[in-house]
């Protein structure tokens, strides 16, 4: 039965407000084995169009006229609560494959697509203001992301996969 398999843990559902600014979107589901447990676990999906700033926050692309779309993003995540019960400082993992089209306009050819993995260690706080499950978490990580397929090469340029990208955000989500 499903209380076997999940005991007596905790669901939540959450998003990124941030990637509905920028065109795409992000869900993420995450359970908590107890409700006194240090862990909790999830996976997620998210796109979005990135910014100039996080471009040409590498040099090598900066002010290169590159259009840059996460097109899709799956990561499986791990969190350690410095507390037991999900809330307050937490440290975190997410392991996920993310596929980009680039486009350049200042180049004759059109766009080009690749896949990589990426690897973000994090840390972050969670904040339930009411008592009605709903809750806030920022968080920052520094991830380790490769190419893994496809080519960012575009027009006889290159389109620069950083090897280190930092991040940071602010989740809203819900606990049942």
Same mark, same amino acid.
């Given at each position: 039965?499903?209380?076997?398999?999940?005991?007596?843990?905790?669901?939540?559902?959450?998003?990124?407000?941030?990637?509905?600014?920028?065109?795409?979107?992000?869900?993420?589901?995450?359970?908590?084995?107890?409700?006194?447990?240090?862990?909790?676990?999830?996976?997620?999906?998210?796109?979005? #169009?990135?910014?100039?700033?996080?471009?040409?926050?590498?040099?090598?692309?900066? #002010?290169?006229?590159? #259009?840059?779309?996460?097109?899709?993003?799956?990561?499986?995540?791990?969190?350690?609560?410095?507390?037991?019960?999900?809330?307050?400082?937490?440290?975190?993992?997410?392991?996920?494959?993310?596929?980009?089209?680039?486009?350049?306009?200042?180049?004759?050819? &059109?766009?080009?697509?690749?896949? &990589?993995?990426?690897?973000?260690?994090?840390?972050?706080?969670?904040?339930?203001?009411?008592?009605?499950?709903?809750?806030?978490?920022?968080?920052?990580?520094?991830?380790?992301?490769?190419?893994?397929?496809?080519?960012? #090469?575009?027009?006889?340029?290159?389109?620069?996969?950083?090897?280190?990208?930092?991040?940071?955000?602010?989740?809203?989500?819900?606990?049942?």
């Amino acid at each position: 039965s499903g209380t076997a398999l999940f005991g007596q843990g905790k669901f939540s559902l959450e998003t990124d407000p941030s990637t509905f600014a920028f065109g795409g979107y992000a869900a993420h589901l995450r359970w908590q084995p107890s409700a006194d447990s240090h862990w909790q676990f999830g996976a997620g999906a998210y796109a979005m #169009d990135f910014p100039d700033l996080f471009v040409d926050i590498n040099p090598d692309n900066a #002010d290169e006229g590159w #259009d840059v779309r996460l097109d899709s993003g799956i990561g499986l995540f791990g969190e350690y609560y410095l507390k037991p019960g999900g809330k307050g400082w937490l440290l975190g993992a997410q392991l996920a494959i993310q596929r980009y089209s680039v486009e350049n306009s200042e180049l004759s050819a &059109n766009e080009t697509a690749f896949s &990589n993995l990426l690897l973000m260690p994090y840390a972050g706080y969670r904040w339930y203001p009411t008592d009605s499950g709903l809750y806030l978490q920022p968080w920052a990580g520094l991830g380790v992301t490769g190419k893994i397929s496809g080519s960012n #090469d575009l027009g006889g340029d290159t389109y620069d996969v950083s090897p280190i990208i930092p991040f940071m955000t602010l989740h809203v989500g819900y606990t049942f």
